[in-house]
C-alpha cells in the first residue's frame, strides 16, 4: 500500500520537533494560545445565558487563560528544570531497578519526576496565584468592558 | 507508618508508573490537574464579592462543568488522539519520504501500538539505515504528540467551553426559576427574578399640592 501523505524535509523538522524538544510548556503554551482564539468567541455567542452573563464569563474566561497559561508555562518549565537537580537528591532505588538498567528510562524517570513536582507546585499555585489573579483580572475586564445597570 | 515512610511509597509507586505505564500516568496527572485548578478557580468565584449574584449562578456551574467535561473527553478523546497520530505512521498512512522504498514489503504485525512499533522499528533495523531508524522514531513519536495536541485543541477549546456553557445556562435558568418562586412580591412589577427584585431602585414618588396620591417618575 503506498502511503496517502508523504512528508518531505520541512514538515519532517516540525514532527522531529514535536518528537524530541516539545514538552510540558510548549505544549501548555499552544494550548493555552489556542484557547484564546476559541474560548471568548463561544462564551461571547452563548445563547443560553442574557448578555450581561454573556459579558462577564468572557471576562472571566480571558482572564483565566491569560494568568493560567502564564503560571503553567514558568512553572512547568521551572519543574523540568530542576528535575535532573531533583533526581540527584531523591532515592529511587525502589523504582523497577531492572527497569532504570536501560538507559532512555532515566530520561523517562527525570521527566516522570518533573511532572510530579510541577502538580505539587500547581497544588499551591493553583489557589495561592491563579485564583487570585483570575479574580482579580475578572474584575478588571468587568470594570472595562461592563456598565454596571446594562 | 511514619509520614516519611508514607510519602516515600507514595512517590516511588506514582515514579514506578511514570516509567512503566506513562501513558496512564499523563492521563491520572492531567485529571487531577484539572481537579485542582476547577476546584481553585470555582472558589475565586464564590469568594469575588464584586461579581452580582445572577452571574455567579452561572460561572460556578461552568467552572464545575469544565473540569468535570475536560477530565472525561481527556481521557476518552485527547489521549485516544496520541495513538491516532502513530497508528497513521505504522500503517504507512503518512511516511516520511526517506521511508518509502525501505517500508514497501513491510507489513505491520501486532495487535496494539507497542507491538506494532516494534514490528516496524525491527523491519527498519533490518532492511534500513541508522539515518533511517532515527527518522522512524521520530516520525511515530512525532506525530503522536502533534495528533495528539490537535485533539486536545478541539476537546479542551471546542468540545468542552460549547457543552459545559450549554449545561451551566441550564442550571442558571433552573436556580432563578427557583429563586424567583421563593422571592417576595413586588408590589409595582409582580413576582419577577429575585436578584433583580434586590437591586430594583427604589420608585421615587412626589406629591403635588394637597393631592393625596403620589406620581411615580
Not at chain 1, 14 to 36: F, Q, T
Not at chain 1, 89 to 109: Q, Y
Request: hydrophobic share 40%.
Amino acid at each position: 500500500m503506498r502511503p496517502i501523505v508523504k512528508l518531505g524535509e520541512k514538515p519532517m523538522k516540525i514532527v522531529g520537533y514535536c518528537a524530541n524538544k516539545l514538552a510540558g510548556p510548549e505544549n501548555r503554551l499552544i494550548l493555552g494560545v489556542s484557547a484564546l482564539a476559541s474560548q471568548p468567541f463561544i462564551d461571547f455567542y452563548n445563547k443560553n445565558v442574557d448578555e450581561e452573563t454573556r459579558k462577564y464569563s468572557v471576562c472571566k474566561t480571558v482572564s483565566k487563560i491569560i494568568i493560567g497559561t502564564t503560571v503553567g508555562v514558568i512553572v512547568r518549565a521551572l519543574a523540568i528544570k530542576y528535575s535532573a537537580r531533583f533526581l540527584k537528591s531523591v532515592d529511587v532505588s525502589g523504582v523497577a531497578p531492572d527497569i532504570l538498567k536501560r538507559p532512555e528510562s532515566r530520561k523517562i524517570l527525570q521527566n516522570t519526576i518533573g511532572d510530579i513536582l510541577g502538580l505539587g507546585i500547581c497544588l499551591f499555585t493553583n489557589f495561592l496565584i491563579d485564583a487570585p489573579l483570575t479574580k482579580k483580572g475578572t474584575n478588571f475586564f468587568a470594570s472595562k468592558f461592563i456598565k454596571e445597570g446594562k | 507508618m511514619s509520614i516519611k515512610t508514607s510519602f516515600t511509597k507514595m512517590f516511588t509507586k506514582f515514579c514506578e508508573q511514570g516509567v512503566t505505564d506513562r501513558a496512564n500516568f499523563l492521563k491520572n496527572t492531567a485529571v487531577v490537574g484539572w481537579a485542582l485548578s476547577s476546584l481553585a478557580q470555582t472558589c475565586a468565584i464564590l469568594f469575588n464579592d464584586k461579581m452580582p449574584k445572577k452571574e455567579k449562578r452561572f460561572l460556578i456551574p461552568q467552572e464545575i462543568f469544565d473540569g468535570l467535561i475536560n477530565a472525561t473527553l481527556f481521557w476518552f478523546i485527547t489521549s485516544k488522539a496520541a495513538n491516532l497520530g502513530k497508528l497513521l505512521v505504522l500503517k504507512k498512512h503518512i511516511l516520511p519520504k526517506s521511508l518509502v522504498k525501505v517500508t514497501e514489503n513491510l507489513k505491520v504485525t501486532g495487535s496494539d501500538i507497542g507491538s506494532m512499533k516494534d514490528s516496524f522499528i525491527g523491519h527498519i533495523k533490518k532492511f534500513g539505515t541508522s539515518n533511517d531508524l532515527k527518522t522512524a522514531q521520530n516520525a511515530i513519536e512525532g506525530m503522536g504528540v502533534a495528533v495528539g495536541i490537535v485533539g486536545a485543541i478541539i476537546s479542551n477549546n471546542i468540545i468542552t467551553p460549547l457543552l459545559r456553557n450549554k449545561l451551566a445556562g441550564m442550571w442558571q435558568k433552573r436556580e432563578l426559576e427557583r429563586a424567583s418562586h421563593n422571592a417576595p412580591l413586588n408590589p409595582h412589577f409582580g413576582n419577577i427574578e429575585y436578584d433583580k427584585y434586590k437591586f430594583q431602585k427604589p420608585v421615587k414618588t412626589v406629591s403635588f399640592g394637597s393631592y393625596s396620591g403620589g406620581m411615580k417618575i
